[in-house]
């Protein structure tokens, strides 16, 4: 008996799936994520949205709304491009002859996504990594063995790059998958920079987890040959310990890690990362994430002055940073008793998170709009519940 061929859609929905690392049940949490809030407490259980893709997935049949609309939202693709009859051919271009100039391309194309990821954010910039990393995938299956090891340095990059955006979504699980898959990469490569990058990636994934014993020893671990790394690099990791020292409490060795990094941090940054790893540790990013730890300190009028300086460093190319900031800053005169220009400074940070899809910064946000719930009278703070209320539906 001859199985029944899969339709194309299908392959293309477990295709999508796979792409990003999920589970069935992960796609299941992502798509109830993606309904609007009022909707949520509608959906079944997650293990009858699991039988529902695993049915989709097969061919069962096509899914119909509100699960095609969500399937839309959580790939970033149109409907057309999800569901429509006809399969695309997988495109895997013959290397022999032409092997340099598609390494050149797509190496090209990385500095382009990394620039693209600082102006406009993750929401602009996912996809485009994901399309590249299957390219590369496909050619790691055909390319000569010779030519392996450049294609494993650029995929490791990409994957890197990966992990770095689904954290800024806040998909904290797949960023720690595609930076295992960055380490698994650049190892095979014999790439040691990047192996020492993606433990710096993972230093960042701890400290966003409040594991300040696992970021230091992840960071001590990074800089034990410091004088072989770059310059910006290593200040990008000095800072990083100065954030686990901060979560410890530690104010003094927090403060001289700090201080230590500007002496190598990155004099000028155009956001492409040409420079190499770390091309974005600048002193004013290195200001801002003094802030960040003042705040961590319990010392709020210090991150004000912090962040207040900072803004008016930062380069324009680094939007999404600059929402980062100004979401630390209303965090911070929340703290100080300043609703009013929490609020406003607030309501500027959304706009940006908005425009990037960065949950990184609408996270902020919403913690000041909680902090500042006995305020609501006031127009400013009532405008900033407003627009995250909007923005939730």
């Not at 490791?156 to 960055?182: F, M, P, R, V």
């Amino acid at each position: 008996m001859v199985p029944a061929q899969v339709p194309a859609w299908a392959e293309r929905l477990s295709a999508e799936r796979q792409k990003r690392l999920w589970s069935q049940r992960d796609l299941a949490g992502h798509m109830v994520q993606a309904a609007p809030e009022h909707a949520r407490a509608q959906f079944p259980k997650r293990d009858s949205i699991v039988r529902r893709i695993k049915d989709y997935e097969r061919g069962a049949h096509k899914p119909d709304e509100p699960y095609r609309t969500l399937y839309c939202r959580v790939f970033g693709l149109s409907e057309e491009e999800l569901f429509a009859e006809t399969s695309t051919p997988s495109f895997v271009p013959e290397l022999a002859g032409g092997f340099a100039d598609a390494i050149n391309l797509l190496r090209e194309q990385w500095h382009l996504l990394v620039k693209r990821d600082n102006l406009l954010g993750p929401r602009h910039t996912l996809r485009g990594v994901h399309e590249q990393i299957t390219l590369l995938e496909g050619f790691l299956e055909s390319v000569r063995s010779s030519d392996r090891r450049a294609v494993l340095r650029l995929a490791a990059q990409y994957a890197e790059s990966a992990a770095w955006l689904h954290e800024d979504t806040g998909e904290l699980k797949e960023a720690c998958q595609w930076t295992d898959q960055a380490m698994n990469w650049a190892y095979e490569a014999g790439d040691g920079l990047m192996v020492t990058w993606t433990m710096f990636r993972r230093s960042q994934q701890e400290t966003a987890q409040r594991r300040p014993e696992e970021v230091i020893r992840l960071v001590l671990s990074s800089l034990r040959d410091a004088d072989r790394l770059p310059a910006p690099m290593r200040a990008a990791l000095l800072q990083q310990h100065a954030h686990g020292q901060a979560l410890n409490g530690e104010e003094r060795i927090c403060q001289q890690l700090l201080d230590e990094a500007h002496t190598w941090a990155a004099v000028t940054d155009d956001g492409d990362a040409r420079a190499g790893h770390g091309s974005f540790c600048t002193g004013a990013y290195l200001e801002i994430q003094r802030a960040c730890c003042w705040m961590e300190l319990g010392q709020a009028a210090r991150a004000v002055s912090g962040y207040e300086a900072a803004t008016q460093h930062l380069s324009p190319v680094y939007q999404r940073d600059r929402g980062m900031t100004l979401a630390g800053l209303a965090r911070a005169y929340a703290a100080i008793g300043e609703p009013e220009q929490a609020a406003a400074v607030g309501a500027d940070a959304l706009k940006i998170a908005r425009n990037s899809g960065s949950t990184r910064i609408l996270t902020v946000v919403t913690s000041v709009d909680h902090s500042l719930q006995r305020y609501r009278r006031l127009p400013a703070v009532a405008e900033l519940h407003d627009a995250l209320t909007t923005a939730a539906c």
